[in-house]
């Protein structure tokens, strides 16, 4: 089946860094990737949709400028969180869907970031 | 984009009895999909249902779609406390993004 690799599993950074999450399609080539972010307790929130060679679709309320994504080829797409800060810290998890696009959608074993 | 609500939230039950979820949509779709996230994990796909279809099986996974009601249900029978998690629906235009709702808790106690 179809597979996601997402890294690093954990980060831990200091405020005011940057840190770079990559995900990346093993056996597929992945035309769309979605960024998740995750708080305990709570579901998974949408920040972006990017799809191979053209800019990513923020949702309402996620800075673009803040959390970098690229999506330069139809197997890797990273999402940088610059100038972290320890509100920062959550669960991000990476999924992508490819000629898949009308099945189910393949997800990242998710990133924990940990902002000190 | 559409969100699924699940419910209930929180689901507490003994090992071997049956779990079923609900989920409930408000837009049209081309298939409706659930996960399972185990604490601290990515989600795992573990079968999607598409409009056109009333009802699927997967093991010990039982799905149902009533597309004139908006709503989905989950069955996992004869649960085993492995099968702990949090499930999520997510129903899915064609080629859309899915959103995802606070999902059912399940908690199954051996």
């Known amino acids: 089946g179809a597979v996601v690799s997402q890294h690093p599993s954990r980060v831990i950074c200091k405020s005011g860094t940057s840190v770079k999450i990559e995900c990346r399609s093993l056996d597929f080539q992945a035309t769309t990737m979605f960024w998740y972010r995750q708080f305990p307790k709570q579901s998974l929130m949408l920040m972006a949709t990017?799809?191979?060679?053209?800019?990513?679709?923020?949702e309402q309320g996620v800075e673009k400028d803040k959390f970098l994504i690229n999506h330069a080829s139809l197997t890797l797409s990273t999402l940088t969180v610059t100038s972290a800060h320890p509100e920062d810290s959550s669960f991000y998890i990476c999924?992508?869907?490819?000629?898949?696009?009308?099945?189910?959608?393949?997800f990242g074993s998710g990133t924990r970031l940990t902002v000190v | 984009s559409q969100q699924g609500e699940e419910d209930p939230q929180a689901l507490s039950i003994q090992e071997g009895e049956n779990a079923t979820m609900n989920c409930s949509y408000k837009t049209s779709i081309n298939n409706l999909q659930w996960y399972r996230q185990n604490s601290g994990r990515g989600l795992v796909h573990l079968i999607l249902i598409r409009s056109n279809e009333r009802e699927k099986h997967s093991g010990r996974l039982r799905v149902t779609l009533d597309t004139s009601k908006k709503s989905s249900s989950l069955l996992i029978t004869a649960s085993r406390a492995a099968d702990t998690a949090s499930y999520f629906c997510a129903p899915a235009p064609q080629g859309g993004k899915l959103i995802f709702g606070q999902g059912t808790e399940l908690s199954v106690k051996p």
């Open positions: 999924s992508a869907t490819g000629d898949r696009g009308n099945y189910g959608y393949t």
């Open positions: 990017s799809n191979e060679g053209s800019k990513a679709t923020y």
